[in-house]
């Protein structure tokens, strides 16, 4: 048995498979281990929230590592800092991405300061990323299961917060989380992973949104201006969706599927394209706002690589930032369907350094392409 560590970690349980496994690696290296049941979210009447199942999950697991469980209801936190920025983005037309404000404003803010007050000295999550702390600043890598790395949700996470956090499993395959999980008797070794926004769970999207927001409907029309149809609102679409738009064979158009292309809210028309690859789904460059760095800033005109959705993979790019820190990345490659309100998250190798939020996408022209692709080459 490892020595006894006297310093207090407080596990972050969601009652998955990945925290579980998080707990009882760290008291099997020594530490003075807590769990903590974080409660984001009201329970719902229709069953969507299973927060309660969640919780019974992590107090198995709990009894079985005989380590305490903590309790804590975040809910107002989260409705403040997370839910209203959600509804926000969405009235104006973007596609956020809340479980980033999450990480940034929930697990590592609000739990992490809970923590402090338990006397820990670390927190520590399910997450699959590593931290490397052998530089002058602390370094967020990737985690080395390439399918499960989550370094794009925590790239809006502070260095000081990363600094005083622990990721057991961010080394591990998932195989072998679940091997782990299943050898210590927790009941949750076969449980899915959960997808989706939170606190939508497994319902409809767009019947969780017309709680909260009054639905516009308005034009489908194409790059013409040529009307198509209608909408039962710009908030219940994404672009690059092709799904439930509602528009069947046109008299003259060829059966390609039609996409969402773009959203404008000031006339509240939606515009659509056809054939996946159409060239207005498609952007050269973005611009994002509400930059946040772990380290040191990138130095402008950097060759980095990017991420604009969860998944993706990484994507050549140059950045440019601004004096406001606000920058641009242009792509080697034109990128499908990046989303205003998401997250650009940058990459310099397994490194995440940092992202900004999507404020709009840039395509430019043969000219500017042109140039471009020769400032490239020449670095």
């Given amino acids: ?165 622990l990721f057991p499993i961010g080394e591990m395959q998932k195989a072998e989380v679940r091997s782990i999980a299943r050898e210590q008797g927790f009941d949750n070794f076969g449980k899915k992973d959960s997808t989706g926004i939170c606190f939508i769970g497994e319902r409809h999207f767009r019947s969780f949104l017309e709680n909260y927001l009054p639905a516009k409907p308005g034009d489908i029309r194409d790059p013409d201006g040529e009307l198509l149809g209608s909408h039962d609102g710009l908030m219940y679409y994404t672009l690059g969706q092709r799904q439930g738009l509602g528009i069947g064979g046109r008299k003259g158009r060829t059966e390609s599927p039609w996409y969402v292309a773009k959203k404008n809210l000031q006339n509240n028309t939606l515009t659509v394209v056809q054939g996946h690859a159409h060239p207005l789904l498609y952007s050269d460059g973005l611009r994002a706002i509400n930059s946040h760095w772990i380290g040191v800033q990138p130095e402008n005109g950097s060759r980095l690589a990017a991420m604009t959705r969860y998944r993706q993979e990484d994507q050549p790019c140059t950045i440019e930032i601004d004096d406001e820190g606000n920058f641009e990345l242009y792509f080697d490659d034109a990128q499908r369907a990046v989303t205003p309100g998401q997250f650009a998250v940058i990459y310099d190798g397994e490194q995440c350094l940092g992202g900004g939020v999507i404020d709009k996408t840039m395509s430019l022209s043969a000219d500017q392409a042109s140039l471009r692709a020769g400032q490239r080459d020449a670095v």
């Avoid at 008291?27 to 719902?44: I, K, P, R, S």
């Avoid at 839910?83 to 980033?100: C, H, K, M, S, W």
């Fill in 1 to 165: 048995m490892p020595a006894k560590n006297p310093e207090r970690v407080i596990v972050g349980l969601s009652g998955g498979v990945d925290s579980s496994v998080a707990a009882f690696l760290l008291l099997q290296a020594g530490y003075d281990v807590q769990g903590l049941f974080m409660n984001n979210w009201e329970d719902d009447e229709d069953g969507y929230c299973q927060s309660a199942q969640d919780y019974q999950d992590a107090r198995q697991v709990c009894d079985e590592l005989g380590v305490p469980l903590h309790k804590v209801d975040f809910a107002e936190e989260y409705r403040e800092r997370v839910f209203a920025y959600f509804l926000e983005e969405i009235a104006a037309g973007r596609t956020p991405n809340p479980d980033v404000l999450c990480n940034r404003e929930i697990k590592f803010g609000t739990f992490r300061d809970y923590a402090n007050r338990l006397g820990a000295r670390y927190i520590a999550t399910g997450h699959y990323v590593r931290v490397d702390h052998s530089g002058r600043t602390v370094r967020l890598l990737k985690g080395l299961d390439q399918a499960k790395d989550q370094s794009y949700f925590l790239n809006a996470v502070s260095a000081k917060a990363l600094e005083n956090s």
